[in-house]
Nanobody, 119 residues
Framework: QVQLVESGGGLVQPGGSLRLSCAAFGFPFSTTAMSWVRQASGKGAEWVSDISSSGENTAYADSVKGRFTISRDNAKNTLYLQMNSLKPEDTAVYYC????????????RSQGTQVSVTS
């Protein structure tokens, strides 16, 4: 059974940083490309970033490029999202998902982690 457990969210001021983590269980994480997806209140899901199974290849939405960094530790079955220079428009619940994220983010029924950027 696929299980994804996100953590690391919180309340931060504009310009601040957070590091999200996602612990993965129940599937071969080291051979699975992964994604981060976010959903702001009252809005649809938005793709944030992808990473290949090895971690060598990454992709980012234009809205986060240059500020967010996706990474993974296959030995720990854990996915990360380092978020710097946070903006109020980054406020959302963040979910990790198997690639492609927008197709699978709801399947694991994970709880996500809330990120709130406000002064």
């Amino acid at each position: 059974q696929v299980q994804l457990v996100e953590s690391g969210g919180g309340l931060v001021q504009p310009g601040g940083s957070l590091r999200l983590s996602c612990a993965a269980f129940g599937f071969p994480f080291s051979t699975t490309a992964m994604s981060w997806v976010r959903q702001a209140s009252g809005k649809g899901a938005e793709w944030v970033s992808d990473i290949s199974s090895s971690g060598e290849n990454t992709a980012y939405a234009d809205s986060v490029k240059g500020r967010f960094t996706i990474s993974r530790d296959n030995a720990k079955n854990t996915l990360y999202l380092q978020m710097n220079s946070l903006k109020p428009e980054d406020t959302a619940v963040y979910y990790c998902a198997r690639y492609p994220g927008l197709d699978s983010w709801q399947l694991s029924r994970s709880q996500g982690t809330q990120v709130s950027v406000t002064s």
